[in-house]
């Protein structure tokens, strides 16, 4: 009872922390700090869950831009995209092989979630104080790009929070514009990091060791949180602010610095 209790509970924290701008990595080593570790397979179970909940979301947009490929906007964007993905790749390899790892520690986290709550004050002062932009240019895809790199190097800073707030400091300045690029984004880019994590689970015989049940239970909670947190978000943004999330993050590691 203690474990399913302990899977619904993670699966709950990366559904709802996985697109919000809070950091679902942080979060997840932060509650496997007081739960105890769960294998990499586990971890790639419910991040594949958030990955199809977003992709069932923005289904008719990743229709428009597959089969309307051919229409000079919607070629555009998503060359764009894809512009952003390669580099995310290129970038996301080339830490790996210098052998940058994610931290066991708490600390590193607590002050990555304050750093970026103060950034996103920053970044909404700034915004405030321009007309709103939609437009989608090169300098925001490779900036964005660029924001994925350094979201995987640093636990805490967000995936959704480093690419949103980068779009919008690069001349995206619409919230919804860059929250809807950011999340296609990372949709390629998650999916091609869980298929990573999952070979090296493979590999090292993984399998064997988590049982079928938890991944299945896993899988399903987070996609259906990950499902509810964002709809959310998208009407949240249509006539708010990022600043709450940025309180949250500040309070959240300040207390962290603070028990830890």
């Known amino acids: 009872m203690e474990n399913l209790i302990e899977v619904v509970v993670l699966g709950i924290i990366e559904g709802i922390t996985e697109f919000l701008p ?42 428009e831009l597959s089969l309307g490929f051919l229409q000079p906007e919607n070629r555009d964007y998503a060359l764009k995209l894809g512009a952003a993905f390669i580099l995310t790749c290129i970038g996301g390899l080339a830490a790996k092989r210098l052998g940058l790892e994610l931290p066991e520690t708490v600390a590193p986290i607590a002050w990555a979630l304050i750093v970026g709550g103060l950034a996103i004050f920053a970044i909404e002062w700034h915004v405030a104080r321009k007309p709103e932009s939609a437009r989608l240019t090169w300098t925001v895809a490779i900036v964005v790009g660029l924001a994925q790199i350094l979201a995987a190097v640093f636990p805490g800073t967000s995936r959704s929070a480093a690419t ?97």
């Open 164 to 260: 949103i707030f980068a779009a919008m400091l690069a001349g995206m300045s619409s919230r919804a514009a860059a929250t809807e690029f950011s999340f296609l984004l990372g949709i390629p880019t998650m999916f091609a990091a869980t298929a990573l994590e999952l070979y090296e689970a493979v590999e090292d015989g993984q399998m064997a060791q988590e049982p079928l049940g938890d991944l299945a239970l896993g899988f399903v909670v987070s996609a259906l949180v990950a499902f509810v947190a964002v709809k959310w978000l998208l009407v949240y943004i249509q006539t708010h602010r990022f600043t709450p999330f940025a309180w949250y993050r500040i309070g959240f590691g300040a207390l962290l610095l603070a028990v830890l």
């Open 22 to 63: 809070i950091s679902s990595t942080g979060h997840l080593l932060i509650a496997e700090h007081w739960l105890g570790r769960r294998s990499d397979l586990f971890n790639i179970a419910i991040q594949s869950g958030a990955i199809l909940a977003v992709v069932l979301i923005y289904w008719r947009r990743l229709q």
